[in-house]
């Protein structure tokens, strides 16, 4: 079990940046992870809180059975899946930004049984391939075909007035586009 309440954490690792066993829970503090395989892995991994900056060569959140996100600031650029989950995702608070990956094979967003978000701001970049939007959702969400976008070319969504409702410029390309939040209106 990880528990981070507070504090400055900088990781750079030849695996994995943090990996907990049963439950990693992030409640605060600054935690980034300049260099891993998987930057955060655990068989429940808990985002409540604290400012987040995820580098990976494959996965950046890897739960082995359920991811949460219910607060925080979470910035995920990963080579693999962004957000992996083998159970469920919930999303219910928090700003969450990933970068995924720019081959088809990985999704910026994957899980096996189910997606759910009710709170919060997610955005997602990736490819096409294997690309998911959430399973259920109490608040605006859209998964869309962008075409093929360069590195640093800004995702903007705005309201029918013009003003921005979310905006997120990714590290890596992207064809995939993963957007959720609470004044996202159809």
Same mark, same amino acid.
């Given at each position: 079990y990880i528990y981070i309440k507070d504090g400055n954490i900088i990781i750079t690792?030849?695996?994995d940046g943090i990996h907990g066993t049963t439950?990693?829970?992030i409640a605060g503090g600054s935690v980034t992870v300049n260099q891993s395989y998987e930057a955060l892995e655990s068989d429940i991994v808990n985002i409540a809180g604290g400012t987040l900056s995820l580098v990976a060569e494959d996965d950046g959140i890897n739960g082995k059975s359920?991811?949460?996100?219910s607060g925080g600031e979470t910035n995920i650029n990963a080579g693999g899946d962004g957000i992996d989950s083998n159970g469920t995702v919930n999303v219910s608070g928090g700003v969450t930004y990933v970068s995924g990956s720019?081959?088809?094979?990985n999704s910026a967003f994957d899980y096996d049984t189910s997606a759910t978000i009710?709170?919060?701001i997610f955005v997602a970049t990736g490819t096409t391939g294997m690309a998911e939007n959430f399973?259920?959702?109490?608040?605006g969400s859209i998964l869309v075909s962008v *075409? $093929?976008?360069s590195a640093g070319s800004t995702v903007t969504v705005t309201d029918s007035s *013009? $003003?921005?409702?979310?905006?997120y410029t990714p590290s890596k390309a992207y064809n995939s586009v993963l957007v959720s939040a609470s004044s996202l209106k159809k």
């Open positions: 690792a030849g695996d439950e990693t829970l359920q991811v949460k996100i720019t081959q088809d094979m009710t709170g919060g399973t259920s959702a109490t608040q *075409g $093929n976008q *013009g $003003n921005v409702i979310v905006s």
